[in-house]
């Protein structure tokens, strides 16, 4: 099975400024036939289920602000929320669909400094 | 509005069985790729399993936890997926999703989620 890790396990930022998230897998999630990366990125709130914020590692799904944004290749990617909200405060979760089982990495949690 | 309904969810013991069941309702659902997800208790997502549309081949797969334990199901006619889940164990106790993909991402970016239904196994 792909490992997927992030770092930081949660941070702290003030409001209107940026947060980066960092995910890892064990092994390379780009596809050579069609060049893409097969990770996504989903927020959390409590009580709620997890929602699609980016995939193929740099689409932001439609809807998601344009503070979110995803980078990286391989096995190495990062979520930025630039210009941090309130409403932004969550667990952030990577996730690779490159080959079965699809893994997810253990959540960032990201709060208000 | 596209939306996914889960039930089914409950109290079980050791070593029981349980079905779940997921009705979705705005989508054509015969053509979508199908998968569960849960979630323990103050943990992350897990992926359990997928199941492809009928003209995807309407195969299955299963995460390495459950294979051979948890079987999935859907009936096209009554647009409904299912979860059929045996020799359950305390690790199982998570609540439960049911969730359709952004398309061609082979059942990978989880665009819609149910709101999940919460199995429970405790003697």
């Known amino acids: 099975d792909i490992v997927m890790t992030q770092s930081p396990d949660s941070l702290a930022v003030s409001l209107g400024e940026r947060a980066t998230i960092n995910c890892k897998s064990s092994?390379?999630?780009?596809?050579?036939?069609?060049?893409?990366?097969?990770l996504s990125w989903y927020q959390q709130k409590p009580g709620q289920p997890p929602k699609l914020l980016i995939y193929w590692a740099s689409t932001r799904e439609s809807g998601v602000p344009d503070r979110f944004s995803g980078s990286g290749s391989g096995t190495d990617f990062t979520l930025t929320i630039n210009s941090l909200q309130t409403e932004d405060v969550a667990v952030y979760y990577c996730?690779?669909?490159?080959?079965?089982?699809?893994?997810f990495g253990p959540g960032t949690k990201v709060d208000v400094k | 509005e596209m939306q996914l309904v889960e039930s089914g969810g409950g109290l079980v013991k050791p070593g029981g069985s349980l079905r779940l069941s997921c009705a979705a309702s705005?989508?054509?659902?015969?053509?979508?790729?199908l998968t569960w997800v849960r979630q323990a208790p103050g943990k992350g997502p897990e992926w359990v399993g997928r199941i492809k549309s009928k003209n995807g081949g309407g195969t299955t797969d299963y995460a390495t936890p459950v294979e051979g334990r948890f079987t999935i199901s859907r009936d096209d006619s009554k647009s409904t997926l299912y979860l059929h889940m045996s020799s359950l164990k305390t690790d199982d106790t998570a609540v439960y999703y049911c969730?359709?993909?952004?398309?061609?991402?082979?059942?990978?970016?989880?665009?819609?989620w149910g709101q999940g239904t919460l199995v429970t196994v405790s003697s």
């Open positions: 092994q390379s999630v780009l596809h050579n036939s069609d060049s893409k990366n097969y």
């Open positions: 705005g989508f054509r659902f015969s053509d979508l790729w």
């Open positions: 996730q690779q669909y490159y080959t079965i089982p699809f893994t």
């Open positions: 969730t359709t993909d952004v398309p061609f991402t082979g059942g990978g970016a989880i665009r819609h």
